[in-house]
């Protein structure tokens, strides 16, 4: 089964405020929930990979629940933000934590999601695939800032620095190149003391592949 890195559990160290969202659900429904929303144990969890996000979504009484193509709807009361989005394995975390027989409490605090006591780091927005494009974007700027730390560079020198990108030079990168990146950046390692800049080997790549594409036998229209 997936296991929850040691940094995902958040102690509660103050009570619902006048500046939280809470919400109450049975816990017997929420359990049932999430047992059916929690990550398969046979599957690799990551919150980079799409369906590992779960996300809460509250209006007229109804809590809904959703992961990938999965979507449960439970009875709720109270306020809630428009969209709260959390790791996938929140769920796992809260099917392992002693929830109270009859009622159990959600809350939004400070940037987190709790259940009860035990809490998250969430995103809170207005859809969720902008929600996970945020926290994506979030976890490459700690990367980011966490490889180059020992230069002294800050995840807020990291921001203005993607502040200041060139578009063009972004359009160049789409969503699941990952392995391209990595294809890229190890002839960058090898030709960035020549004065060649990574997006000029993306480019070479873009070209060679629409090269490929026109040499490749066309199929008769049928």
């Given amino acids: 089964m997936p296991q929850i890195p040691l ?7 103050i009570g619902i ?3 939280s969202f809470a919400l109450e659900v049975e816990t017997t429904q929420l359990l049932q929930a999430l047992r059916r929303i929690a990550p ?3 599957r690799k ?3 980079s990979e799409a369906g590992d996000w779960l996300h809460l979504q509250f209006n007229q009484g109804i809590l809904s629940l959703s992961a990938a193509d999965t979507s449960l709807e439970i009875r709720a009361a109270g306020s809630w933000p428009q969209v709260i989005s959390v790791a ?3 769920a796992l975390a809260v099917l392992r934590f002693p929830l109270p027989q009859q009622l159990t409490v959600l809350r939004v605090e400070n940037g987190k999601l709790f ?6 780091a969430c995103i809170i927005g207005a859809d969720p695939q902008d929600n996970e494009a945020l926290a994506e974007r979030q976890r490459h700027v700690g990367a980011a800032a966490a490889a180059l730390n020992r230069y002294g560079v800050s995840t807020l020198e990291i921001e203005e620095l993607m502040g200041t990108a060139d578009p063009d030079v972004a359009r160049l990168w789409g969503h699941g190149d990952d392995k391209i990146i990595r294809d890229v950046a190890n002839a960058w390692q090898c030709l960035a003391s020549y004065g060649v800049e990574a997006s000029a080997i993306r480019r070479l ?3 060679k592949s629409r090269d490929l594409w026109k040499d490749s036998p066309k199929r008769p229209t049928p």
């Fill in 40 to 42: 398969q144990p046979s």
């Fill in 7 to 13: 940094d995902f559990l958040v102690p509660s160290s």
């Fill in 45 to 47: 969890t990551s919150s």
């Fill in 205 to 207: 790549l873009v070209r």
């Fill in 88 to 90: 996938r394995t929140w």
């Fill in 115 to 120: 259940a009860q006591d035990l809490g998250v």
């Fill in 17 to 19: 405020g006048p500046s």
